[in-house]
């Protein structure tokens, strides 16, 4: 029986998530059964929506369970196939990798990719549920008017790196918020106008004087003080779109106290609408395409920030909601 290294659920996070809240062993390579593949694994992905999963508190996905193996969207090459639909050899796309090093995934989860349009990594990235996600939220939920100011948070990141670009494509003016001047440069060479550094000193007075003219799209990736602070500055008939909370990441199941500003909701006639990607699956096509085609004409530049091997998982996950991650985090095996 061949080893395969598996990271299981140790104990759920205080806070923010630490490395020893996972462990390592010694599994056996799983068996398919009918209707599954067993894949090599490639790439893994660590994403915010993870941190909710270690917790019993209500989200709209089922929880992780203590000692059960982590799961997420990875991309690897399938060396079994137990279902008419799939063949050894071919590169898979799934949401249910184990955090393992050979996974099996059921067949009906599984999207087959071809290397040949785009490294297969991408599918993880701007091509895939990240990109769909800055996709929907900004151009269907946020809907934006050409030259109209979107102002997104975490904005190097894998979602807000799409959607900052997607912006700029689609004549809009993209305004960055992200937690370092490095990344912030990085913003502006993918054609964000301006951008603001949340750790500065007074984020309300710098996102004004990046947004002249007010924001009239907010896609809020980070709840938390940068909420706060763009919320101030929205136009009349503003979108707010509350694409994630990763800044309440550290604090997770406590509530969310801030400052209370329902009458600039109704000064301003502000519209603030959760956004969850899976309400869109079935224009998930044609949107691909779309992010296909603007990354083949070199207009979708995704950056990536790899670490390598099945031991560096939980370090990938723990240094992507701490704003470590420079790009898409990815773990490489
Ligand atoms: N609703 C949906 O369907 C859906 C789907 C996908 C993703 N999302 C959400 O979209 C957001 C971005 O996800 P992603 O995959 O693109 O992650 P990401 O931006 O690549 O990585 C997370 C980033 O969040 C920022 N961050 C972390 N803690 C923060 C804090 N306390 N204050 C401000 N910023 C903080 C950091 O960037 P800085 O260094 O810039 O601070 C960090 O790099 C997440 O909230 C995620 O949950 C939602």
């Not at 992905?45 to 799961?71: F, H, I, K, W």
């Not at 990798?97 to 989860?109: C, E, I, L, N, R």
């Not at 995704?302 to 998982?313: A, N, S, T």
């Amino acid at each position: 029986m061949s080893s395969n290294p598996t990271w299981v659920l140790r104990r759920f996070p205080s806070g923010l998530p630490a490395t020893d809240d996972f462990r390592l062993e010694d599994r056996p390579e799983p068996v398919p059964g009918p209707g599954e593949l067993l894949v090599r694994t490639l790439w893994l992905s660590v994403d915010p929506y993870m941190r909710a999963r270690l917790s019993t508190a209500q989200n709209y996905a089922a929880g992780q369970a203590l000692g059960e193996m982590m799961v997420g969207g990875g991309v690897g090459e399938v060396i079994r196939s137990e279902s008419p639909l799939f063949q050894p050899g071919e590169i898979v796309l799934s949401d249910d990798f184990g955090w393992q090093p050979v996974t099996k995934v059921p067949a009906a989860s599984a999207l087959r990719l071809d290397p040949s349009a785009a490294p297969v990594q991408t599918a993880l990235g701007c091509l895939g549920m990240p990109g769909l996600t800055a996709y929907f939220a900004l151009l269907h939920t946020g809907s934006p008017k050409a030259g109209e100011t979107v102002l997104i948070s975490a904005a190097s990141g894998a979602v807000g790196q799409v959607a900052g670009q997607i912006a700029r494509i689609k004549g809009l003016d993209p305004v960055a918020v992200a937690g370092s001047e490095d990344k912030l440069d990085s913003c502006r060479s993918m054609g964000y106008r301006a951008g603001i550094n949340h750790r500065g000193a007074d984020l309300q007075a710098a996102i004004a004087e990046a947004c002249p003219k007010g924001i009239d799209v907010f896609l809020d990736n980070t709840a938390g003080p940068i909420h706060d602070a763009a919320l101030l500055n929205m136009n009349r008939f503003g979108r707010i779109v509350v694409v994630g909370t990763v800044a309440l990441a550290s604090r997770f199941d406590q509530p969310d106290i801030g400052p209370r500003y329902l009458r600039r909701f109704l000064v301003q006639r502000l519209r603030m609408e959760g956004f969850l990607l899976d309400d869109f699956e079935a224009q998930y096509a044609t949107a691909r395409a779309q992010l296909l085609q603007w990354y083949r004409q070199g207009k979708l530049t995704p950056r990536e920030d790899v670490l390598e091997g099945i031991d560096q998982v939980p370090a990938a996950f723990v240094r992507m909601l701490k704003g470590e991650n420079f790009g898409k985090q990815l773990v490489r095996l």
